[in-house]
């Protein structure tokens, strides 16, 4: 039984300069209810390419012009972590393992099964969704944080290293009684209910500035 895509859902970008590869993806993704855009090479899927819109990349390895491996490269140099399922059907291993560096990526080697291929679109989607989702929250945190004040912000990082409010008041020369008003107003503006929910939002908000 075939499944219509969705018309607002997760897009798989292929990218092959063989049209019946294209098409056979093409047939095999629709037909399971998945968006589908083809390319027939690196510089057009560029042209098009849209980082906003979720989804997944299956790509040929070797293409005229820009391989597979370049353009996940490239992606990769932009900030652009799509995942990314490279096929091909003569990998070596120096270029499989080129490929396995710019994670997140899968190889799948021609010829390979129909459900092969949904599987690993399915899971490249499914990750694509959780980085998206763990990003969004990252930036959420971020903008939560600037919104402190400094004074706020300096009992914020005692009390996450797990200071009493009278050690943080002895530490920043203020009353206990002072603390627990700046600890209530910064934990309000968080949305945070315990120290715990804080730990967390200041590791995510450390972890985003890393990436």
């Not at 589908?36 to 980082?51: G, K, S």
């Amino acid at each position: 039984m075939l499944i219509p895509p969705q018309p607002d859902g997760p897009v798989v970008r292929v990218v092959d300069d063989d049209p019946s590869v294209c098409g056979l993806i093409t047939s095999l993704l629709t037909g399971h209810g998945l968006r589908v855009q083809t390319y027939r090479n690196a510089m057009d899927f560029f042209q098009a390419f849209d980082p906003a819109v979720p989804g997944c990349l299956v790509s040929d390895v070797r293409m005229p012009g820009m391989t597979g491996i370049e353009l996940q490269e490239r992606l990769k140099e932009r900030g652009w972590l799509i995942p990314t399922i490279i096929i091909s059907g003569d990998l070596d291993v120096p270029t499989a393992l080129r490929a396995m560096k710019n994670h997140p990526v899968d190889v799948l080697e021609k010829p390979f099964l129909p459900r092969v291929l949904l599987e690993r679109v399915r899971h490249a989607i499914e990750i694509d969704q959780r980085t998206r989702e763990e990003v969004s929250r990252s930036e959420d945190v971020t903008r939560k944080l600037a919104s402190l004040t400094s004074r706020e912000r300096e009992v914020l990082q005692l009390v996450v290293s797990g200071h009493a409010n009278k050690h943080v008041a002895r530490s920043l020369d203020i009353t206990e009684k002072t603390v627990e008003a700046h600890r209530g107003r910064l934990m309000k503006k968080l949305g945070a209910r315990n120290v715990v929910e804080l730990v967390r939002m200041t590791v995510d908000s450390d972890s985003a500035v890393r990436s």
